[in-house]
């Protein structure tokens, strides 16, 4: 499974959308992982614009204000979703995936800025991965991390 996963820093012109489009179909991706989408509402359209074809399936967590918004996009004639969960800050969807079906967890990490929201994150998140028993799980996203305070 090939992922791919940037933050995006809104979805809403139409080159940025191109771009996307040509970065999906170079790199053979299996499923892409948006951060800061800024978009209140995905619909199917765009996400079948954006991978180029209809055979895919999506979830997403709206934005808050002026900034958020999560949008995962994977290959729907590799993976069948089963479920799909989220929390603050990470969306994430359970896959059947490939021909022996195994199951895997993708989830997909927009974090907040605030020590204290990274680790309710932190904290929800491996309280959804107890819960859920499963050996695959990529976590990808943008984790605003820092070395320093200056940055």
Known sequence: MIIGS???RGLGGRIKKRKVCEFISANHLDCVLHQETKLSTV???????????????????????????????????????VFSFSGPGFVGVCLEWGVLRHRCFIVNVYSKCSLAMKRLMWEKLLEVKSSLRGDLWCVAGDFKSVLHESE
């Not at 991978?51 to 999506?58: E, I, L």
């Not at 995962?72 to 004639?77: G, K, L, R, V």
């Open 6 to 8: 940037f933050n995006i």
């Open 43 to 81: 619909f199917e359209a765009l996400c079948h614009y954006l991978w180029s074809n209809s055979f895919c399936n999506y979830n997403f967590t709206p934005t808050v204000g002026n900034s958020g918004g999560i949008l995962s996009i994977w290959c729907s004639s590799r993976g069948r979703p």
